[in-house]
């Protein structure tokens, strides 16, 4: 079988690299302070202060530094060795405590973290989209999870997933909803977030995951649902013709309001 995840590692070791540089990920702000995560997703996290946090598919670790500049004792994991070096070089420079480990998510277990446990597991913005099921990703979140821990993800919507994200002017169905075991293939000399770059890694491999799916493994995994939450707006440009207010990206009133974003709360039983 072709292993997807590692040509899917090809190219995010190379995006790591273009989107330290890039605009979109304004690390020369970073530098100065502040924080990269959004105002909702710290207010539905809550007071992180003392806590525990455990990031999955962190990047190269802007969101893992800024729940540390919050006040939590972070590690982040991600595949690409390259994130984890600019994570790490990042976290140096900036003096804030953090650790970053290179592991593909399936294989965390296999990792010297074993012995540790987190009061918080989080993802967010694209992350679920590069993992071929589920199963294994909630049972490695309910292993992580101390009793009476919780994970928050804040994603894509998988019901936006299915539209023509290439259409200019209309939501016209293109993708599946319901999760499948195939991934989708596509060629981009582009990302989100490379600006004029072309990246010469240009396959890339996604898998779609229903919002049954999602929720079903967290509760097959022992979690218990707290929250779902649903947005008529998300984080990045997903279809051309969004509109950007306040930092989020919003379909134009003309339209009927779908969703476009979830946020989940799940917490390990004590
Ligand atoms: C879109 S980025 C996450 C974005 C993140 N929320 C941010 O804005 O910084 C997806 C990340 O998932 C990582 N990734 C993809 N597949 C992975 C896997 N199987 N195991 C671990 N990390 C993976 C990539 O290296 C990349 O850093």
């Known amino acids: 079988m072709k292993d997807y995840i590692q040509e899917n590692k090809k190219r995010w070791e190379e995006l790591a690299e273009v989107h330290f540089d890039s605009e979109f990920y304004n690390i020369k702000k970073f530098r100065e302070g502040g924080i990269s995560i959004s105002d909702l997703e710290v207010k ?92 294994k990703w909630a049972e490695m979140i309910a292993y992580y999870l101390k009793p009476g821990g919780f994970f928050y993800i804040a994603e894509g919507h998988p019901t936006a997933l299915i539209f023509d994200d290439e259409h200019e002017s209309e939501l016209r169905v293109r993708y599946p909803y319901f999760h499948q075991d195939e991934p989708l293939a596509f060629d981009y000399d582009s990302s989100y977030a490379s600006g004029d770059v072309k990246i010469k890694n240009t396959r890339e491999y996604g898998w779609v995951h229903d919002l049954g799916y999602i929720v079903n493994n967290l509760i097959d995994a022992g979690l218990q649902i707290e929250f779902i939450h649903e947005f008529p707006f998300i984080s990045w440009e997903m279809y051309p013709f969004l509109e950007e207010r306040e930092g989020w990206w919003h379909l134009p009133d003309k339209f009927q309001k779908i969703p476009l974003m979830f946020s989940l709360k799940a917490t390990k039983p004590k």
Do not use: M
């Open 44 to 135: 539905e996290v809550g007071d992180v202060e003392g806590k525990k946090l455990l990031h999955f598919q962190c990047h190269f670790g802007k969101d893992t530094l800024s729940w540390a500049r919050l006040g939590a004792s972070v590690t982040g994991v991600d595949f690409s060795s390259n994130a984890i070096r600019l994570a790490s070089e990042l976290s140096k420079e900036l003096e804030i405590n953090a650790t970053f480990i290179q592991t593909e998510i399936q294989k965390l277990d296999q990792t010297d973290l074993t012995k540790e446990s987190f009061d918080i597991v989080f993802t967010s913005h694209g992350a679920i989209y590069w993992l071929p099921e589920l199963k």
